[in-house]
């Protein structure tokens, strides 16, 4: 084990991998329930898609930690499953087979773009103040996340916020709100409030004192106090609806759905429409390439797990010889294997920070992870036990961590802080990594342009930002 993931090498420790494998599974385990809960409005089988998510993160994790030896952990992405079932399905009107259909293509082209060098490519053209930006933008976001699964943050708006709304069996299922809405403190008058404050005071006492193991330790410690609180309710397991067996069975429905006559076959029979499949195909392919490159420079250059030397070979090596083309490959291959299966794309998680900030250098807290998945197929009721309570505190403590990259960003001078702040802040605030990447691409354009400075625009920052500007165009017009 110590020669096949050099864990000297890396200064790390067998234990250290197995807590922060622990720590990135807690941390993002809520996606067993959210992506079921996500897709199945778009008519999918509920059990089906629990058991594809898992399957997706088994092997797309696994890979990320056999075959590259980074702490990273893969699963149906956040923001791309709702993209796939209120946009695509709902909005489009495509059927949810199409949709893998699509699914499967994107992950085709993001594996071509891979082997192919273009996000090599991507990467290189990457300004640096924009890296920085990205880093501690992923730790805005991070963070957020963190305050806003502990239910710290309350919202409100009248019927004029309201824009857009999804009515299924006559319950809104999903409601758009313009500015209107106004953020606000929640009251300290709920345990479940008063159980995340105790986790988060928890965790970073525990963090301070050097405490081996602190978010593992905090995130099983709040576990408990939320049952002695009465905000985990251990009467709420039900082994019989979240049963292997009936997973399996409804899997029938959505494995190689993709491919079926209402998948891929149908999807090009109507020319007119082939335009928008092809700009539906490349805003899946566009947010799921940026959310994996944006957590990759946001956490693996500031913690040495991609090195200098794994950067360099990242832009003068051909086949997969450094950590970042492996990494890169192995997402690239996840969203395809996850849409034969029935989900919409797998990614890299920004959430795998939060083992990362546990101590995770290698590719073995990846396959604990993958393990844990695994288990989490005989184990989800008891899983689901987990409050977000619990895992909001290690993402909190994590984002805090990451803000540590603006310091690297030379604030004073604007060329270098208008696309820097626009990266950093939309990826955090508008819930996305790439639509923060978009922001900082397109202002860097302006920049460069306002300072008579066109030289110093690459043709990729060019096309990239292209790319993202039609996205937004089919996106508004849809």
């Not at 928890?202 to 978010?215: E, H, N, P």
């Not at 970042?324 to 920070?353: C, P, Q, R, Y």
């Not at 992870?369 to 403590?397: D, E, G």
């Not at 302006?446 to 996205?471: D, M, Q």
Request: glycine share 10%; net charge neutral; proline share 3%.
């Amino acid at each position: 084990m110590e020669k096949f993931f050099k864990l000297k090498e890396n200064n790390t420790t067998v234990g250290t991998e197995i807590m922060a494998g622990f720590t990135t599974f807690f941390a993002m385990s809520y996606i067993l329930f959210v992506n079921p809960s996500i897709l199945s409005l778009s008519g999918m089988p509920f059990q089906a898609v629990f058991l594809a998510t898992i399957i997706s993160a088994v092997i797309g994790t696994l890979i990320m930690g056999l075959f590259a030896n980074v702490p990273y952990a893969q699963a149906p992405g956040m923001g791309l499953n709702a993209f796939f079932t209120f946009t695509v399905v709902f909005g489009l009107g495509y059927s949810w087979q199409q949709a893998l259909g699509m699914v499967f293509l994107c992950g085709m082209i993001n594996i071509f773009i891979t082997v192919t060098k273009v996000r090599k490519l991507i990467i290189k053209s990457i300004p640096e103040s924009i890296q920085h930006a990205i880093g501690g933008g992923i730790g805005v976001f991070v963070a957020y996340v963190g305050i806003k699964n502990a239910g710290l943050l309350s919202f409100s708006g009248d019927n004029q916020a309201i824009v857009d709304s999804v009515v299924e069996g006559g319950k809104a299922t999903n409601v758009t709100l313009n500015g209107g809405i106004v953020p606000s403190l929640a009251n300290f008058n709920n345990p479940g409030i008063l159980l995340a404050i105790m986790g988060i005071i928890l965790m970073i006492v525990l963090v301070l004192m050097d405490v081996k193991g602190a978010i593992l330790i905090g995130i099983i410690g709040t576990t408990v106090l939320g049952v002695l609180m009465g905000v985990v309710d251990l009467s709420s397991v039900d082994s019989q609806k979240n049963s292997l067996a009936n997973s399996f069975k409804d899997l029938g429905v959505t494995f190689g759905a993709a491919f079926g006559p209402e998948g891929l076959p149908s999807l090009f029979e109507d020319k007119a429409k082939i335009p928008q499949v092809l700009m539906t195909i490349l805003a899946f392919s566009l947010t799921d390439t940026f959310d994996t490159i944006g957590t990759f420079i946001g956490t693996g250059r500031r913690t040495g797990i991609f090195s200098k030397e794994d950067e360099e070979a990242l832009e003068d090596s051909r086949g997969f010889k450094s950590k970042m083309d492996k990494a890169l490959f192995s997402d690239a291959i996840a969203t395809s294997i996850g849409a034969v299966f029935g989900t919409s794309n797998t990614t890299t998680f920004v959430e795998s920070a939060a083992g990362i900030g546990a101590g995770g250098r290698t590719g073995l807290t990846s396959v604990v992870v993958s393990i844990l998945f695994l288990f989490s197929s005989l184990l989800a009721p008891y899983i689901s036990l987990v409050p977000a309570q619990a895992t909001a505190p290690a993402l909190l403590l994590v984002g805090i961590m990451m803000l540590a990259s603006f310091k690297e960003i030379n604030w004073s001078d604007l060329e270098d802080a208008v696309p820097a702040f626009f990266a950093s802040i939309f990826m955090g605030l508008s819930y996305s990594i790439s639509n923060g990447i978009a922001a900082g691409f397109i202002f860097f354009i302006i920049v460069k342009l306002a300072k008579r400075k066109p030289k110093e625009i690459s043709p990729v920052v060019w096309v990239i930002t292209g790319l993202f500007v039609a996205n937004f165009i089919m996106i508004a017009t849809m």
